[in-house]
């Protein structure tokens, strides 16, 4: 059973009744009242509320467009259209505002998320004549989607407030700020609890496991412990980063060496065919925001290919895989033209890097069997083929959104471990298959970590880490002004919270 199928077609009226106000954006309550009495009385009830819970994720504003133009756009991996709006060139030439409105979207959709969420943590333990099994697998489910959001929002914005009840009465709208190490605690305790509760049996597409627990715990720790090492701004709390870089290796290394659910794909195409990892036993997908194009509407079906595609102005043709001289041709429609890759991101990979050649389309054939070459100073610029659905139905797309894969786990083990002969043997395994010869030996323990973040910038480009690795590492000024010659005006490591949110709760301070 295919997990994002059971999404298609849900909405709020139809699965929780008078549980929430509102499908669309609330403006009273900006993220729901519960009315816990009304629901949650069966089996199903819970496993409805679940799918509500996830249900967010591939939303418009979250992980099937909003995210990917507030992580990547101030990068240099990605730069918008000319006509993209005020937003979006905030963001790209990181001069962001509290009246930001991709900035204040996705806020609410964050927590819109977490509300979600608490409702199946508070109600689902209540739920009567309910296999044990299944109860605590569906609540570690919701604990890993709290952690999720937190995780997001702590990145992103720094100092956020705290809701871990479900909301029942606007006079619990208003809330403080809590700090940075509060924050880091209820996440690290949740994914405890997921990680516990759920089972490592593979889930159905688009649901956690006790794996994607483990894999966003060591996503966490890692986090933590290079701020920390590194003096990023907000992470003078981090004690000892030695520890918590033992704590991101100990949960790397259980999805990288202790389970056989998801594992590495040797061919870099296939990571990306939908008609690959969606049914593939083993994949590198350990969590991703599920759609599938026979939805009924966008966040069932996904949009967001369009993005990433340019519109030459005709219906594109590309080789499935460019490094094989037999592979069949592949063809992947027109897209809007709204990302446009920096010229600085595609002239820095090696020439014979594989995930330049194999996964950056620069040639794409026209309707009459022409070659077409896409110039990096070009309106029609190449384009990453991650989010591409040659089974596509129009605009209705099945590509998902990946949030956690193997190979990013496999690079945490690698900086986590450091220049041990584990850690070279996994940012290795990565450069292999990039086509590339290993690292060179004798590193320091920097000069090893510093490789294997900037084999993170190839290996991850376009999939919203690039923005969390240089914040981390304390090295946007570095990296983005000194290197790229871009320009910093705000917004550097934590984006201002939304105004919106300032003015609507008299309990935050700016």
């Known amino acids: 059973m295919n997990f994002n199928k059971i999404i298609v077609g849900l909405c709020l009226s139809a699965l929780i009744g008078g549980t929430f106000f509102s499908c669309s954006k609330l403006s009273e309550e900006p993220y729901g009242i519960v009315n816990s009495n009304s629901f949650y009385k069966t089996a199903d009830d819970a496993v409805s509320g679940l799918i509500y819970a996830y249900a967010i994720l591939p939303e418009v504003g979250y992980y099937s467009r909003g995210y990917y133009i507030i992580t990547e756009l101030p990068t240099e991996n990605l730069t918008a259209k000319s006509d993209a709006g005020q937003a979006n060139f905030e963001l790209d030439q990181l001069r962001t505002t509290s009246t930001n409105a991709d900035l204040d979207n996705l806020w609410t959709y964050l927590y819109r998320g977490i509300a979600r969420a608490n409702a199946v943590i508070a109600n689902v333990p209540n739920v009567p004549n309910m296999p044990e099994a299944d109860q605590n697998q569906i609540i570690g489910e919701g604990y890993f989607l709290r952690a999720l959001h937190y995780f997001n929002l702590v990145r992103l914005f720094g100092e956020v407030p705290l809701r871990l009840e479900p909301l029942v009465e606007a006079e619990q709208i208003p809330a403080e700020k809590s700090t940075i190490p509060q924050i880091y605690e209820v996440i690290i305790n949740d ?71 998801f594992n590495f794909t040797d061919i870099l195409p296939d990571i990306w065919n939908t008609e690959v990892y969606k049914n593939a036993a083993v994949s590198e997908h350990i969590f991703d925001a599920a759609v599938d194009r026979t939805g009924e509407r966008e966040g069932n079906y996904s949009k967001l290919p369009n993005m990433f595609l340019p519109d030459p102005g005709f219906v594109m043709t590309i080789p499935y895989n460019p490094s094989d001289p037999n592979s069949s041709m592949i063809n992947i429609g027109r897209g809007w033209n709204h990302f446009q890759m920096e010229a600085a991101h595609f002239d820095s990979y090696n020439d014979s890097d594989k995930r330049k050649t194999d996964l950056i389309v620069s040639q794409v054939v026209n309707p009459d069997g022409n070659t077409i070459e896409l110039g990096i100073n070009d309106f029609s610029r190449p384009f990453t083929r991650k989010f591409i659905d040659p089974l596509r139905d129009a605009d209705k797309m099945s590509t998902n959104s990946p949030i956690i894969r193997f190979s990013d786990i496999l690079l945490v083990y690698a900086e986590a471990a450091g220049p041990t002969v584990e850690g070279y043997a996994a940012v290795n395994k990565i450069r292999t298959r990039a086509g590339l010869g290993p690292l060179p030996a004798n590193l320091s323990m920097s000069e090893f970590r510093q490789a294997v973040i900037e084999e993170r910038a190839y290996e991850l480009a376009f999939e919203g880490n690039r923005l969390f690795d240089l914040r981390r590492t304390n090295t946007m000024q570095k990296i983005l002004v000194e290197k790229y010659g871009k320009s910093i005006t705000s917004g550097a490591y934590f984006f201002p919270i939304p105004q919106r949110e300032l003015d609507a709760n008299p309990l935050m301070k700016p």
Do not use: C, I, P
């Open 191 to 261: 994914l405890k609890q997921g990680e516990a509760l759920m089972t490592l049996n593979k889930n159905f597409e688009g649901r956690a496991n006790r794996a994607a627990a483990q894999a966003l715990l060591a996503k966490v720790y890692l986090h933590m412990a290079s701020s920390g090492s590194s003096n990023a701004l907000g992470y003078d709390f981090v004690g000892n980063a030695d520890l918590l870089y033992q704590e991101a290796l100990t949960y790397a290394d259980k999805v990288v060496n202790q389970q056989q659910v």
